[in-house]
Structure formats: C-alpha cells, structure tokens
C-alpha cells in the first residue's frame, strides 16, 4: 500500500516561530502536494512539486515556501508563523502521468499558531 | 470561474437508509470527476472517479455516482448507508488535458450517521 507520512500529527507553535512539516511517501512518486484544510473551505493548494527541486506554487502560496532534496520527502515551511495559518495541512502524492486521478493524502499535520 | 459547488453542509441519516450527495461544478469543458472520503483524524480517500464513458460508475465501500453533464452535476449515493461511513466527502474536478495541481475541490459535506 502506499503510505504518505506525515512526521507532526499535532503541533503548537508561537507567532514569529519557524515551522516545518516534513512529508514522505514510500511510492516512488514524482508529484508531492501540500494542502490547506480549513471549515467551509475544502483543500486549497499550496505548493506542489513535480521532480526533486521542482517547485510551483499553487492557489494560496503566500507565508509559505517549500523544499523537496529527495524525491520522497516534500517539506512545507512556515518562515513567520502567524494566528492565521492556523490549520490543517494535507500533504498527498501521485505519480507522474498517471490516469488514475488518484492523490494519495497522509493523515494531516493540526498546526496551532498561538 | 471553475469551481466545485456541495449543497449540503451537513447531512444525517439513519443507518440502513440510503445516501445522496450532491456536487455541482462550473467548468469550461467536462472535467475528470472525484469524490474523496476523510474519516476522522485521518487523510482523504479517493472514493471513485469518472474520466470517460458510462456516467454511471462504481467505488469502493458500495458507493456509486452518477455524471450528469446537462446539469454539471456529479451526485455520490450509497443504498443503504453503514455507521462506518459516518465522514466527511468531498467532491472534485480536474482538467481532462491532466494536471494534478489543478484539481479543485467542493467544501465537502459532513455526514452524521444515526443508529
């Protein structure tokens, strides 16, 4: 089964903190995602990366930047936390070309920015 | 604009009763169609798809949806609905020329599940 982990289930962190969720995925995948989940507002995308090094931004990139140095591990940075990016963030992967349409999403990372 | 509209916030039913879940989407062409689970504390699961052919298309865990392009509308039902499928749903398009990072989704619907 491919697996999407997720190192942080539950984070608290303070204003002005540096924040990194670390993401991995045991598939081989070239694509890796990271969301924003939020109440009333489904996913919206962050970031996302098709090769190592590759990056594109998505729909709400601002306040975020991300690093991917292997292929299995995608990392979202907070460089400036703040009370609005309170959330949860979904990462998820999928290989390249594929036609199954199928994101594959690790259990999701509760960040809490006090 | 291209968007992924669910009606319904919040759904209950009784368990045994059947499901429908609507999803309506506003988009230049027909897209690819998908409806995602996510059960509590965990990540989305992908439901079912619809790319092409038979509108009518089956998925996991005895769910089915129906593609109907005169109304936009790709609705997910289920017969006769489990305690287990207490979650929640979202629906979503994306572009048929491909493109993961464009996939857009619905605000998702929570369904509550009464014994």
């Known amino acids: 089964d491919v697996k999407v982990t997720q190192s942080s289930r539950y984070l608290v962190k303070r204003t002005g903190e540096k924040v990194f969720l670390e993401c991995v995925q045991d598939m081989d995948h070239e694509n890796m995602f990271w969301y924003r989940q939020d109440p009333g507002l489904g996913l919206r995308l962050i970031y996302f990366?098709?090769?190592?090094?590759?990056?594109e931004k998505g729909d709400i990139p601002e306040g975020y930047s991300v690093s991917r140095e292997k292929k299995e591990r995608f990392s979202l940075i907070l460089e400036s936390a703040s009370t609005n990016q309170t959330s949860m963030y979904l990462c998820?992967?999928?290989?390249?070309?594929?036609?199954?349409?199928?994101?594959?999403f690790g259990e999701g990372s509760r960040l809490t920015v006090l | 604009a291209q968007s992924v509209t669910q009606p319904d916030i919040h759904i209950t039913v009784s368990e045994g009763a059947s499901l429908e879940l609507r999803c309506n989407y506003s988009y230049g062409a027909t897209p690819y169609l998908f409806w995602y689970v996510q059960s509590p504390g965990q990540g989305l699961q992908l439901l079912l798809k619809?790319?092409?052919?038979?509108?009518l298309v089956q998925g996991i865990k005895g769910f089915e949806a129906e593609f109907k392009r005169s109304q936009s509308s790709f609705n997910l039902r289920k017969p006769s609905v489990h305690w287990s499928d207490a979650a929640e749903y979202f629906c979503?398009?994306?572009?048929?020329?491909?493109?993961?990072?464009?996939?857009?989704f619905g605000a998702g619907t929570r369904l509550a599940v009464h014994p």
């Open positions: 998820a992967s999928t290989t390249q070309g594929g036609d199954t349409g199928e994101l594959f």
């Open positions: 979503a398009v994306a572009p048929l020329w491909g493109g993961y990072n464009k996939l857009i």
């Open positions: 619809y790319f092409s052919g038979d509108t």
């Open positions: 990366s098709y090769d190592v090094k590759m990056k």
